[in-house]
């Protein structure tokens, strides 16, 4: 699988063109809708053939007729995929290379693409200023142009408030979909959290794609540096060396936590980390769906 | 401390350049974009200050460089207190024994006494290392001779020291004149009142029979007075305290006191402590058997040339044909080896004679000037004497430090410690890198 590097990638200024690629990168291997599997609705029963998964059987239909019969499953080829993006300040880091928003754009749109080009229907929910923008979740070739050519005008700013946008995202799903937020999850932890659970006993699927880059995973800065929060304004002065072994167990207990909340309560969790190449995370994203 | 290149501190002006260059790249704290401050730890204050204290250390420690080079380059020489006492110093007193200072002091104290008190602390001088030779004379410029000598074989700095109650007459400037420039000429002048009384005490005469007549003189400015005061000792038992004894028998006593009474008017033999001890024997008198027995050849070299300087006194020699006295030997009174002059059976008058005679070759024959009041005044005092006497100037103490010899190298250590300790500061303030740098494989 040839796979482009996440920084040709984010150079490539048409975000369709850079969809494509991505979804180029990680169709193999991908034979149907990465967005099935088992979240499908029971069609019919049909006599049991060589090959069948076993699973599907249904035994008690054995117990009762003494013959074997599979279950079929109708799939929901017009799935619906909203994706949540987050626009806020802190996704616009780092400043050199390809920052946490226009990889979290890459992703969004190479998404967009699989979902739409695979008969599913996506949509965007976002949040700019203190205002939500959002995409309906639909079909076909010219609503994924208007969807990526939405996603191309979105610029971080400010901050976002990811409960409301989660909650907002899921009530615009008509029916059981896939919510799949896109963030750095560093604001409103709890609000977040429940939010992602409340939509998840909706009957939705829901799926947490944490955004990270390289320098505030490793910080490794060095010499005095005035850090200063792309959200809030606020500064701090210290020795960054000095602070990295702080720093670095704190994000740990962060990403840990927020692992193991998801896997708790039945969320799909994977981090990606910008210097990774989109297609190659995404791809191991979307296998991981098969396993259930 | 003394610079012995003391234009190098034009150098010191380079200490603008570390200053300057510290103003203008003074390390700012760069400001870096950050998603959170959540995972930041609180450590603000300190880091801030650390980098500043950091620049502060890295200015003084380059400032320091400089000074200590232009220090080392300025040669600095240590006048410390040992160097001061440096055992290359040679330290010269003369003492003035002459007669005016037996006068007393205004604290009742001889002048010769305070005298000898001062330069028993000069001697023991700053250091124990110190080169101190003390010279006594009577003749001042004698003595300033003879201690010029002694310098002139020492090596390193040297001192030349007068302890004098400087009498007008004494001292001359001629006689400084003729150091070496390098020689400190320093004075220490006794003061004695003007118009005191002056005592003195002059030889005492035995007569015999256990009698010693005692003069006191009393000097004046307008006159002198002689009081005799009889004491009833053996001159024989007695330690002589006068330079001359004249022993007699009570016949011959008168012509005794008659033959010192002359001799007083000549010359006035004045007691001395280190003064050589002579007594004239006339015929009668009763010791004269026994101490003749018990005599001895002269043995010392002023008892010849006493011996020589009275047969050839003009006086002496006109009324004796040369030998005055019997052959002089020299015999113990009182336990102190003494010259004796054995006076034949002969005319009194060569009796007299030979008294003075013994009388003004004993003393110095200016004794009376010796005795005039009038000395010379502080200032004109300090005009003789060399100016660099006063103070050590810093050309004295340049001269007087060894050709070469500095203080420098300890300066240029002090520099090299000091750029290693700069380079150790400026490594620790390690510049900041860009995060992308730091991105991984």
């Known amino acids: ?292 | 401390m003394i610079f012995q290149n003391p234009w190098a501190w034009i150098g010191a002006a380079a200490i603008a350049v570390p200053i300057l260059v510290h103003l203008l790249t003074r390390q700012r704290v760069d400001r870096t974009p950050f998603p959170t401050l959540r995972f930041l730890p609180v450590l603000p204050l300190a880091t801030a200050r650390r980098h500043r204290l950091t620049d502060l250390a890295l200015l003084a420690v380059r400032c320091g460089v400089l000074l200590a080079a232009t220090w080392a380059l300025a040669q600095p020489y240590l006048v410390a207190a040992a160097r001061r006492g440096d055992p290359a110093t040679a330290r010269a007193i003369v003492l003035d024994t002459s007669a005016s200072m037996s006068r007393l002091t205004g604290s009742g104290v001889r002048a010769l006494d305070e005298a000898r008190a001062r330069v028993a602390s000069l001697e023991r001088g700053p250091r124990r290392s110190d080169a101190t030779t003390t010279v006594e004379s009577a003749r001042l410029a004698l003595g300033v001779a003879g201690a010029s000598a002694w310098l002139d074989r020492a090596a390193g700095r040297r001192e030349l020291v007068v302890v004098s109650d400087f009498q007008r007459g004494a001292l001359g400037p001629g006689e400084l004149t003729g150091l070496a420039p390098d020689i400190t000429v320093r004075t220490v002048k006794i003061d004695v009142p003007e118009a005191s009384a002056s005592k003195a005490e002059a030889t005492a005469v035995s007569v015999g029979g256990g009698t010693t007549l005692v003069p006191t003189l009393q000097l004046l400015p307008d006159r002198t007075d002689v009081r005799w005061t009889a004491t009833a000792v053996s001159v024989m038992t007695r330690p002589p305290e006068t330079s001359i004894q004249i022993l007699a028998n009570p016949a011959e006593r008168p012509y005794a006191r008659a033959a010192l009474q002359s001799a007083w008017r000549s010359a006035i033999p004045l007691s001395h402590a280190l003064a050589p001890a002579i007594a004239i024997v006339f015929p009668g008198a009763p010791e004269r058997a026994a101490l003749r027995s018990a005599g001895r050849d002269l043995d010392q070299r002023w008892m010849f040339d006493l011996v020589a300087s009275i047969r050839r006194d003009q006086v002496v020699a006109r009324l004796t044909d040369g030998r005055p006295f019997a052959a002089p030997v020299v015999a113990m009174v009182a336990n102190t080896p003494t010259l004796l002059l054995l006076l034949d059976p002969a005319d009194r008058v060569v009796h007299a004679a030979v008294i003075a005679a013994a009388a003004r070759n004993l003393v110095a024959p200016d004794a009376v000037e010796e005795l005039e009041p009038d000395s010379i005044s502080p200032g004109e005092l300090a005009r003789w004497t060399d100016p660099r006497s006063r103070s050590a100037s810093a050309d004295a103490r340049r001269r007087a430090i060894p050709p070469d010899a500095s203080d420098g190298r300890w300066f240029w250590g002090l520099a090299l410690l000091l750029i290693g300790v700069e380079a150790f500061v400026r490594r620790r303030r390690r510049p900041a890198v860009e995060p992308s740098d730091e991105r991984a494989a």
């Open chain 1, 1 to 292: 699988m040839n796979v482009l590097d996440s920084s040709v990638v984010a150079a490539i200024d048409d975000l369709e063109l850079a969809a494509r690629l991505v979804v180029e990168g990680l169709r193999s291997g991908l034979h149907r809708s990465p967005f099935h599997g088992f979240s499908t609705e029971f069609s019919q029963h049909r006599p049991y053939q060589t090959g069948d998964d076993f699973r599907h059987l249904d035994w008690k239909l054995l117990a009762r007729t003494d013959r074997l019969y599979s279950r079929q499953f109708r799939e929901t080829t017009n799935m619906s995929v909203m994706i949540v993006l987050d626009s806020s300040r802190s996704m616009d880091f780092p400043n050199g290379g390809i920052s946490k928003f226009r990889y979290g754009s890459i992703l969004s749109a190479a998404l967009a693409y699989l979902a739409v080009n695979g008969g599913d229907r996506a949509g965007l929910m976002t949040m700019a200023g203190r205002q939500l923008r959002f995409v309906p979740a639909r079909g076909g070739r010219s609503h994924l142009r208007a969807l990526l050519a939405q996603i191309e005008r979105l610029s971080p700013d400010r901050t976002w408030e990811p409960a409301r946008t989660i909650g907002r995202a899921a009530d615009l799903l008509k029916r059981r979909g896939l919510v799949l937020v896109i963030s750095d999850f560093y604001d409103a932890e709890d609000e977040t959290l429940r939010e992602l659970k409340r939509v998840r006993h909706r009957g939705h699927d829901v799926a947490m794609l944490h955004v990270m880059s390289r320098p505030e995973l490793t910080f490794s800065f060095r010499g005095a540096r005035e850090f200063e929060d792309l959200e809030t304004g606020g500064t701090r002065m210290l020795d960054a060396p000095r602070a990295a072994a702080d720093y670095r167990a704190a994000m740990e207990t962060f990403l840990d936590r927020w692992a193991r909340s998801a896997r708790r309560d039945g969320i799909e969790y994977a981090r990606m980390v910008t210097d990774e190449p989109p297609a190659r995370a995404l791809r191991a994203f979307l296998l991981s769906r098969r396993t259930p």
